[in-house]
């Protein structure tokens, strides 16, 4: 069974950049069929797509976030990573990872997600 | 971007109740929608795929139906543990978004 498990400082000071990892288990970040995605959920509100990779290095982002962000894959690790530059209050929220499988066009698998916080 | 509007945002109904949530897109999508419930505290979960399929695993209690810009979920005879928030999720083009959620509470 696939698990996603991601990972984070919890508490970021404004202007300093968030780095996040999201390792997988029971499975290969390598699936041809698998494009590995960050979404996040700000307290009370819905879900935000943010960024995806293709292990093959096939990314991208959302266009509001484009110039602060950057998702990178660690193939030998099985890890994805993602980082936020310039944070301010509005960056704070829960970040999920998320498997995208062209299998079902959706997102089958998710992490716990981790929580963090912007503030100084 | 395609945005996503549900309906209704909250949603109160009994234990064996029948409930239905819509899902309308701001352009058509065909059939790249799909439902994701989240319990409290917990992340999504992938519920259906493609507007009609159901995920492995999931209750057949739940359906989904819809096609183009319209799309429906429906959850018969409630149980306690399908109090949560549903979200959609279109599929169709870059980005993908999401619905703003369903909330549904126990009556």
């Known amino acids: 069974q696939v698990q996603l498990q991601e990972s984070g400082p919890g508490l970021v000071k404004p202007s300093e950049t968030l780095s996040l990892t999201c390792t997988v288990s029971g499975g290969s970040v390598s699936g041809n069929n698998y494009y590995w995605n960050w979404i996040r959920q700000p307290p009370g509100k819905g879900l935000e797509w943010i960024a995806y990779i293709h292990y093959s290095g096939d990314t991208n982002y959302i266009a509001s976030l484009k110039s602060r962000v950057n998702i990178s894959i660690d193939t030998s690790k099985n890890q994805i990573s993602l980082k936020l530059s310039s944070v301010t209050a509005a960056d704070t929220a829960i970040y999920y990872c998320?498997?995208?499988?062209?299998?079902?066009?959706?997102?089958?698998?998710w992490g716990q997600g981790t929580r963090v916080i912007v503030s100084s | 971007d395609i945005q996503m509007t549900q309906t209704p945002s909250s949603l109160s109904a009994f234990v064996g109740d029948r409930v239905t949530i819509t899902c309308r897109a701001s352009q058509t999508i065909s059939k790249h929608l799909n439902w994701y419930l989240q319990k409290p505290g917990k992340a999504p979960s992938l519920l259906i795929y493609?507007?009609?399929n159901l995920q492995s695993g999931v209750s057949p209690r739940f359906s989904g139906s819809g096609s183009g810009a319209e799309f429906t979920l429906t959850i018969n005879s409630l149980q306690p543990e399908d109090f949560a928030t549903y979200f959609c999720q279109q599929s169709y083009s870059f980005p993908s978004t999401f619905g703003q959620g369903t909330s549904l509470e126990i009556k």
């Open positions: 998320a498997r995208d499988s062209s299998s079902f066009d959706a997102f089958d698998m």
């Open positions: 493609a507007a009609s």
